[in-house]
């Protein structure tokens, strides 16, 4: 009977130790997002609190990182180049497949979006038949 309650209470003060350890973390965490600081260490320490990471990473590494990541986003064009058109011009002509004249297949070969496709279609002097692509004067 006393087992049972020295387990019990070994289980208590760990659960309130753990308890307390996450709240510090969070309010850690709290304080690096008021502070706008680089807060990954309060993040890890939160998702893995018994598994600190032996290893630190260096600035050097971090913007490193971050300089791919603003080149990757840079790569994505938001102009209609005369590729794009002739891509437009090519999908509107009879002779292409039907298949590569839908919507759907030109939303997956050009970096814009449904709306934008439609709307330069139209300006370019196409429309939508059928779910196709075509001239308006055919």
Not at 78 to 100: C, D, F, L, Q
């Amino acid at each position: 009977m006393k087992d049972d309650q020295g387990s019990k209470e070994c289980f208590n003060d760990m659960v309130i130790s753990i308890g307390k350890e996450t709240i510090s973390f969070l309010n850690n965490l709290y304080k690096a997002i008021q502070e706008n600081r680089y807060f990954k260490e309060a993040i890890t320490n939160i998702t893995n609190p018994f598994e600190q990471e032996t290893k630190k990473e260096d600035n050097h590494t971090i913007k490193n990182s971050e300089n791919l990541e603003i080149a990757s986003k840079k790569c994505t064009p938001n102009r209609w180049t005369k590729v794009y058109e002739g891509a437009m011009i090519h999908a509107s002509k009879e002779t292409t497949p039907n298949k590569k004249r839908t919507l759907t297949y030109l939303v997956g070969i050009l970096p814009f979006t449904e709306d934008a496709i439609r709307r330069k279609a139209y300006r370019m002097g196409f429309k939508w038949k059928k779910g196709k692509l075509v001239d308006r004067n055919s």
